[in-house]
C-alpha cells in the first residue's frame, strides 16, 4: 500500500428516523426506502471518489477522511426493511441490531447505528446491556433535520459518528449528537425542537468535537481484551419506568402488575 493512510471499516445499520425521511404529498416526513445511500454517496464529506480510486472500494461501499485524523473510513450502510420511524420500534429491532453487530463483529473496527431521534436512548441503552465485553466502539445517532434538507444535522452526526467508531478504541455503545459523545445508557432526550437535544445529565460526556476534538478517556469504560463477545438477546419486556414521586405508595406499586419492582 506504499505511504496510503490506514484504512479503518465501519458497518452502518440504518434503521429509519428523520436522518432518512422525506416530506410525503400531505407535507409529512415519512421514512422513504433506497434513497439513503445514494444520498451519502452523492455528499462529498461522505464519499470522496477520488479516495474510492485510490483504495480500489468496492462498489457497495463508501469512502471518507476527516482532515484531523490520519485514517481513511471505508463504510457499509445495511438499510432495514421497513425503515421505522422510531415511535414504532420495539426490543425486536434492538436484537436485529444486536445479532447484526454480531454477525459481522470480525470484519469491522466499530459500528453506527442510525436510529430516529423519539426512542434512540432506549435503543442505545437496550444494546449497552445487550452486549458483553465489547471491545469495539457501537455509535448510534440520527438527527432531527433529514439528510436531504439544507441545512440539516444529518452530515455531521454521520461523519463525527463514523470517527468515533472507527478510530477512538472506545469499547462502550455511545451515542453521538450535536457534538458530544455520550455514554449509551446516561442519555436522554431533552429536547423536541432543537438540534441539540441530547444530554447525559448523570455521567459526564465522553468526548467532543467542534473546535477541537477531546475524549475524555478516564470516563470510558476500560477494555477487557481477554474476554470474548457476549450478547444478550434474551429481553423480557415486562419492563417499565416509574420515577419516584413523594406519595408514591405500596398501593400504587401493586396496580402495576407483571411489572418487577
Ligand atoms: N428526529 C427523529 O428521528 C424523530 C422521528 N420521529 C423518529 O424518532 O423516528
Given at each position: 500500500m506504499g505511504d496510503l493512510a490506514e484504512l479503518r471499516k465501519v458497518l452502518v445499520l440504518y434503521t429509519g428516523g428523520t436522518i432518512g425521511m422525506k416530506k410525503n404529498h400531505q407535507g409529512v416526513l415519512v421514512p422513504v426506502p433506497d434513497v439513503f445511500t445514494n444520498k451519502l454517496k452523492s455528499c462529498q464529506e461522505l464519499n470522496d471518489p477520488?479516495?474510492?480510486r485510490i483504495y480500489s472500494v468496492r462498489n457497495h461501499e463508501l469512502i471518507t477522511k476527516v482532515s484531523s485524523c490520519s485514517k481513511v473510513i471505508a463504510y457499509q450502510v445495511r438499510e432495514y426493511h421497513p425503515l421505522l420511524d422510531s415511535c414504532n420500534m420495539t426490543p425486536k429491532e434492538w436484537v436485529i441490531i444486536a445479532k447484526n453487530i454480531e454477525e459481522?463483529?470480525?470484519?469491522f473496527d466499530g459500528f453506527v447505528v442510525l436510529n430516529g431521534t423519539d426512542t434512540l436512548a432506549f435503543?442505545?441503552?437496550a444494546l449497552s446491556f445487550m452486549f458483553k465485553n465489547l471491545h469495539k466502539p457501537i455509535v448510534?445517532?440520527?438527527s432531527m433535520i433529514p439528510i436531504f434538507e439544507n441545512p440539516s444535522d444529518a452530515?455531521?452526526?454521520i461523519l463525527s459518528s463514523l470517527v468515533f467508531?472507527?478510530?477512538s478504541d472506545i469499547p462502550e455503545v455511545c451515542v453521538f449528537f450535536a457534538n458530544k459523545l455520550m455514554r449509551g445508557n446516561r442519555v436522554r432526550k431533552l429536547a423536541t425542537s432543537s438540534i441539540d437535544c441530547f444530554d447525559s445529565p448523570n455521567y459526564p460526556i465522553l468526548a467532543e468535537t467542534g473546535f477541537h476534538c477531546r475524549i475524555h478517556r478516564h470516563y470510558i469504560l476500560p477494555k477487557n481484551d481477554r474476554s470474548a463477545l457476549l450478547v444478550h438477546t434474551c429481553l423480557s419486556e415486562s419492563v417499565g419506568i416509574l420515577y419516584m414521586f413523594p406519595t408514591l405508595s405500596r398501593t400504587q406499586e401493586g396496580t402495576l402488575g407483571p411489572f418487577v419492582l
Open positions: 477520488d479516495l474510492a459481522n463483529y470480525n470484519e435503543t442505545s441503552s448510534v445517532t440520527g452530515k455531521n452526526n467508531a472507527s478510530i
